[in-house]
Each structure stands twice: as structure tokens, then as C-alpha cells.
């Protein structure tokens, strides 16, 4: 390959922070939302013009389950209250009456802690929360690199239509989904072992409804029972044959490579066209409304943190666990999510969330959905109200914080 070497410039230092949030999908939701409640002066940086990342632009609009299928609630916080948010015009399908309107133990176990939503209504509601926290919000800005001193992130360098420019930071959550700022900044990282498969949804109009379309492969409760061999296998096409709504070929992507992203999303677009055409030929109401605007992926990069969590470690108890996660696609596991999945020794002012922590690849298959992303935003952003050196923060200060905003930490508390 070729190569230049890009000139030395100055940069204007255009703005300051005591905590920023790169991306603002759900985990950047919730962390900006925990560290402007903490007091902080928060930042939240994310490259397109709408908040909620693959849940709104992506309009993967399925909230899945709070609970362990068992009929327990297992997630709380910030996590249960952008359910609410996410609802709080009706739900689109799915409105969880059992959970909010007080049902029977038996009707919480037949119906999970779950809904579907309207994405449009959240990323709106969602910005006017943030920023009557005082969170300012940059759209059309990413974050493109990060200058590094003495193991700590100093700058965050962005680049938007001003063009390029510092931010001063006092500590980085890293809620790219794609662990851009731990791989920029020189944190471990590891990419997914299998990639990510073609997807693209969407929703049309037909014989006047609207409706979403699950293009491409989906993560699907399967309703009463687990759907088989979902335990052996994580993100392979066997798992997802299990519970597939529709598969659209074989191409895989790490979800880190431009030019491979850009052709995910040209191929995902060729074919939901085709898609399109073939059930508009036979009802000719049947038109796209609005589709997914960024690409979607379920695991790229992650930070490969202080510790790394496995699906084997169902109801382990962990002295830093910062809340619990269930298993959306099986009834029964639990997991407690240890602090130490969100940083690394290496930088210690920065901070992991959402689909960016420490996980293997089984285990990530069950993080990486919306309720344990707004757990772990939730537990960054108020990491990052108490202090900014990761590595030594005071966990029991940070698990009273939580406890007292209502997450759970430990599976004997459900
Ligand atoms: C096909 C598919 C189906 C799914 N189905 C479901 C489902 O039914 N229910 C469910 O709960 N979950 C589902 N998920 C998973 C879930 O939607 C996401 O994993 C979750 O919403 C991720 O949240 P996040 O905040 O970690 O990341 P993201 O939502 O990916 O948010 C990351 C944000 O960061 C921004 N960003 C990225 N890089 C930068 C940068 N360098 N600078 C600035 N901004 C940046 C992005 O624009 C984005 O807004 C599905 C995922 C896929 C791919």
C-alpha cells in the first residue's frame, strides 16, 4: 500500500468537558443522561443528526425483555425508564400491559418485560431530556482521534462541518459501538470472531398500516419456548436459523472496514428493492415509508477490558458488578455485569458502554441488545459523575449511586 504522511497541524481547542460522550445511541443516551444527573458537564458527540443509534436510525425498534422470562424483572434504571419513554405515546406492538398496568406472576412469565416503539417520537424525547439535563449535544460530529498523555485521553479530536477541532476532556465513554475511541486512544481491543450478517429494516405501508419489516436476519424472542441450540452458538448462522425472520445472503462484514460497510449497505439496499418490488407487484399499496439510515451491526469491536465476561458465568456474583442482564433469547439466565468490563488498565480515564464492552463473543450475543446497553451507559456515565481514573475508582461509592437510582446489582436481589 501506498502511503503519505499527513502534515502537522495546529488544531483550535474549541471546547471543554468534564465527561465525553462519543455516540449516542442507547448507551450514550444513558450515559450522558447518568453523568449530567451527577452533576457533570457532559458532552455527546454522535456523526449523524438523530440520537438512538441502531435503535432509531436503524429502527431496530424492539425493546427487548427487562425480565428473565421467569417472571422477575431483572433490569431497572435508566434501562426501564427509556422503556417507559420509548412508549410513552403507546407502543407500536407488544405494549407490556402485564408489567405497567399490574398483572397476574403467570402473565409476566407468558408476556416478557418488552415492547416495540415508535423510533421517531424517542430520538425526539430522548434529545429534549438530554438537553434539559444541560447535556450538549454535537450532531454531524465524529470523533477522530484522541490525543493520549500519560495514559489518560487529554483531547478528543473531531471533525464536522467547522472542519477539525480539540475538545479538552476530563474522562471518554466510548459509546461507538465499534470501540472507535479505545482503538483510537490505544486501549486493547478485539474484533468479533463471525462478523455480521447482511440486514436491513425497514417499514412499509400496506392496505393502510404501517408496518416493520424485519429485513435481513433479526433478533426474535421466540415466544413461549427457547428456540433450539441457541446455548452452543453465538452470532452463527445456525443460531439465527433458530429464530431467523428471513435470511439475505451470505456476506459477512466486520463492521470496521469502510469500504466493506459501504458495500454491506449498498447490497442490504439492492436487495430490500428487490424485496419491495416483488410484494409491491402483487399489492400495490405496499410502499417503503422509511428504512435504516446507518448500517447494522450487532458486533464489531469491542474494548478487551479488566475483565472479560463469558455466558458462562450465569448468576456468578461479582464484587463490582455494576446491574444485571437477562438473556433475551432464553427464559432462566441472569447475569451480573462486573465494572471491570467497562476499562482497561492501559487508559485509565475512559470508559466502555453498550455494544464496546469487555465481553466474549457467546457473552456478547446477550450485551449487546438495548436493555444491558442503557445498564452499562448508565453505570459509565455515573462512574464517570464520581471520578476519572477508572482503574482506582471507589466501586462501592459507584454501586450506592446506582442502588439508589434502582438498579439491581446482584442476582439475589430479584
Ligand atoms: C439487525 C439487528 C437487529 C437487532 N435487533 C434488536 C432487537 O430487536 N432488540 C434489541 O434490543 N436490540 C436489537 N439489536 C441490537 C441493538 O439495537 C443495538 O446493539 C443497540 O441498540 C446498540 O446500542 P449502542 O448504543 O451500544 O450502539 P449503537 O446503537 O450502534 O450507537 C452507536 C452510536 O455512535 C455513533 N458513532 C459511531 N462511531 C462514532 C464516532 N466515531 N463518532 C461519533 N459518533 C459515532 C453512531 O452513529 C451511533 O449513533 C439489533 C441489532 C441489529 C444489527
New binding site residues.
Partial sequence: MREIIERERRLPVTDSCDVLV????????AAAMAAARGGKKVML????FA?????T??L?????PLCDGEGNQVIYGIAEELLKLSIEHGAEANYPAAWLDGGSREERIEKRYMTQFNPHLFAMRVEQILTDLGVKILFG????QTVVEDDRITHVI?ENKSGRSAIAVESVID????A??CHQAGAPTELHGNG?AL?G?YYYQSNGGVHLK?F?????VPDKEEAPKLAETADTGDHYKAIKVESIGNFRFSGVDGAELSKSVVDVHAKMYDDIMSRHKDDESYLPVTMST?P???MSRRIAGAYTLDDSEERVHFEDSIGLTCD?RKRGPVYEMPFRTLYCKEIKNLLA????ISTTDRMWDIT????P?AVT?EAAGTAAALGSDFTALDVAALQQKLRANGVRLHTDEI
Fill in positions: 462519543a455516540g449516542g445511541g442507547i448507551a450514550g443516551i458527540l454522535e456523526r449523524e440520537l438512538g443509534g441502531m435503535a436510525l436503524g431496530v425498534t424492539i425493546y427487548l460530529t465524529l470523533v477522530a473531531v459509546c461507538t459501538g465499534d472507535d475511541i455480521n440486514a429494516w424485519m435481513g436476519l433479526a433478533d426474535v446507518i447494522l451491526v450487532r433475551w458502554a453498550g455494544r464496546d449487546r441488545v438495548i436493555p446497553c451507559g
